[in-house]
């Protein structure tokens, strides 16, 4: 059996819910905890808060694509990206 995360915290991989403002309407976000950690690197990197940084990401994808299926997995695809680009630099 792989045991590659069996020793890891659990807390990465629990999730929590956050509000935020996308486009001036208050909504919710789940995401494990992991990925808020990195989300929160990615937005101090832009200098803006989370929230913020989230808010931005949003409007910027709705200008290309003009709708989101699912703005969870965008984020999370978006983390991902980030830390792959971090290993290859």
């Known amino acids: 059996m792989c045991h590659m995360f069996a020793d890891k915290n659990p807390d990465n ?3 929590s819910t956050r509000s935020v ?3 001036g309407q208050s909504t919710s976000i789940r995401l494990e905890n992991l990925f808020w950690e990195v ?3 990615m937005a101090s990197i832009e200098e ?3 929230s913020r940084f989230i808010s931005i990401l949003h409007s910027e994808v709705m200008g290309t694509h003009s709708e989101i299926v699912n703005f969870t997995s965008l984020l999370r ?3 991902i990206l980030h830390k792959e680009k971090q290993v290859d630099a």
């Open 13 to 15: 991989y629990q999730y």
């Open 21 to 23: 403002r996308l486009n």
């Open 39 to 41: 989300l929160r690197e």
């Open 48 to 50: 803006k808060s989370v």
């Open 77 to 79: 695809c978006a983390c």
